[in-house]
Protein backbone atom coordinates (compact mmCIF):
# COMPACT_ATOMS: atom_id res chain seq x y z
CA UNK A 1 0.00 0.00 0.00
CA UNK A 2 1.18 3.38 -0.86
CA UNK A 3 1.95 5.59 2.08
CA UNK A 4 -0.01 8.51 2.67
CA UNK A 5 0.92 11.75 3.35
CA UNK A 6 -1.08 15.18 4.80
CA UNK A 7 -2.13 16.81 1.75
CA UNK A 8 -0.50 20.51 0.70
CA UNK A 9 -2.99 22.59 -0.90
CA UNK A 10 -1.64 23.78 -4.17
CA UNK A 11 -2.85 27.70 -3.76
CA UNK A 12 -3.59 28.02 -7.43
CA UNK A 13 0.12 26.35 -8.54
CA UNK A 14 1.03 23.46 -10.71
CA UNK A 15 2.57 20.39 -9.42
CA UNK A 16 5.96 21.48 -11.23
CA UNK A 17 5.98 24.92 -9.95
CA UNK A 18 5.75 23.38 -6.10
CA UNK A 19 8.10 21.19 -7.33
CA UNK A 20 10.94 23.38 -8.57
CA UNK A 21 10.38 26.00 -5.20
CA UNK A 22 10.42 22.83 -3.11
CA UNK A 23 13.26 21.03 -4.69
CA UNK A 24 11.55 18.14 -5.22
CA UNK A 25 10.32 16.16 -7.99
CA UNK A 26 7.00 16.57 -9.68
CA UNK A 27 5.47 13.11 -8.66
CA UNK A 28 6.54 13.72 -5.37
CA UNK A 29 4.86 17.48 -5.31
CA UNK A 30 1.67 15.58 -6.67
CA UNK A 31 1.68 12.57 -4.05
CA UNK A 32 1.88 15.72 -1.44
CA UNK A 33 -1.11 17.92 -2.93
CA UNK A 34 -3.06 14.98 -4.20
CA UNK A 35 -6.61 13.85 -2.27
CA UNK A 36 -6.78 10.32 -1.41
CA UNK A 37 -8.66 7.97 -3.56
CA UNK A 38 -11.57 7.22 -1.13
CA UNK A 39 -11.98 11.01 -1.02
CA UNK A 40 -11.83 11.71 -4.52
CA UNK A 41 -14.31 9.05 -5.28
CA UNK A 42 -16.38 10.08 -2.45
CA UNK A 43 -16.76 13.79 -4.23
CA UNK A 44 -17.35 12.42 -7.61
CA UNK A 45 -20.17 10.56 -6.47
CA UNK A 46 -21.92 13.47 -4.39
CA UNK A 47 -21.35 15.21 -8.12
CA UNK A 48 -23.14 12.08 -9.95
CA UNK A 49 -25.76 12.54 -7.65
CA UNK A 50 -26.17 16.02 -7.55
CA UNK A 51 -26.24 15.66 -11.50
CA UNK A 52 -28.96 13.72 -11.55
CA UNK A 53 -31.20 15.89 -9.25
CA UNK A 54 -30.32 18.42 -11.60
CA UNK A 55 -31.30 16.36 -14.89
CA UNK A 56 -34.83 15.10 -13.06
CA UNK A 57 -35.61 18.94 -12.86
CA UNK A 58 -35.38 19.20 -16.56
CA UNK A 59 -32.28 21.47 -16.75
CA UNK A 60 -29.71 21.37 -19.97
CA UNK A 61 -26.61 19.56 -19.88
CA UNK A 62 -24.90 22.90 -19.97
CA UNK A 63 -27.14 24.34 -17.15
CA UNK A 64 -26.07 21.53 -15.01
CA UNK A 65 -22.06 21.87 -16.08
CA UNK A 66 -22.41 25.43 -15.11
CA UNK A 67 -24.42 24.99 -11.77
CA UNK A 68 -21.58 22.38 -10.32
CA UNK A 69 -18.47 23.81 -12.01
CA UNK A 70 -17.61 21.30 -14.67
CA UNK A 71 -17.35 20.66 -17.88
CA UNK A 72 -20.23 19.39 -20.24
CA UNK A 73 -18.38 16.20 -21.06
CA UNK A 74 -18.48 15.45 -17.85
CA UNK A 75 -21.91 15.99 -17.27
CA UNK A 76 -22.90 14.17 -20.60
CA UNK A 77 -20.64 11.08 -19.28
CA UNK A 78 -22.63 11.05 -15.73
CA UNK A 79 -25.86 10.96 -17.51
CA UNK A 80 -24.70 8.43 -19.92
CA UNK A 81 -23.70 6.23 -17.53
CA UNK A 82 -27.18 6.11 -15.39
CA UNK A 83 -29.32 5.55 -18.98
CA UNK A 84 -26.57 2.32 -19.41
CA UNK A 85 -27.46 1.07 -16.52
CA UNK A 86 -30.92 1.43 -16.44
CA UNK A 87 -30.84 -0.66 -19.83
CA UNK A 88 -28.99 -3.31 -18.87
Sequence with gaps: MAKVYARYPRNGKTAR?????AGMSVRTAQRWTS?????FIKRANEKRARVQELRAKGLSMRAIAAEIGCSV???????KEVEEKKTA
Excluded at 17 to 21: D, F, H, P, W
Design 73 to 79: GTVHRYV
Design 35 to 39: EPREV
Design 17 to 21: ELAER
